[in-house]
């Protein structure tokens, strides 16, 4: 009798070691499609931010060529009389515009004492 409840709680111990570690390899098994997973969504976000990157600079740097090319349309030369070359880059509209407002007050010559 003594021997069969010994064997008895054998084949339960085994049964159990057994059962564990088939879940222990499920959990593995799980953490590792986790792991590959966040890194696959890691990969495709750095890629979509190259992406995206790229196509900003390639924006910006067509804006810059127009924006160059309309200022240097409109660019204007002037040499004072001592010589040096002021070159105003402004676009029209910007030239004649006021840089102080009616309510900043007067301007007042200065005059050292």
């Not at 879940?23 to 990969?43: C, M, Y």
């Not at 750095?46 to 924006?67: L, M």
């Not at 001592?82 to 007067?106: A, L, P, V």
């Amino acid at each position: 009798m003594l021997k069969g409840i010994l064997g008895f709680l054998l084949f339960v111990f085994v049964f159990a070691i057994f059962i564990l570690l088939l879940t222990g390899s499920f959990i593995l098994k799980k953490i590792r499609e986790f792991r590959k997973a966040a890194e696959q969504a890691a990969d495709q976000q750095a890629f979509n931010y190259r992406t995206e990157t790229g196509r900003q600079r390639q924006q910006y740097s067509n804006r810059q060529k127009a924006q160059n090319s309309q200022s240097a349309q409109s660019s204007q030369t002037t040499q004072t009389a001592t010589g040096e070359t002021i070159i105003d880059n402004r676009q029209q509209k910007r030239e004649n515009k006021k840089i102080f407002d009616d309510s900043d007050g007067e301007y007042v010559e200065f005059e050292e004492a």
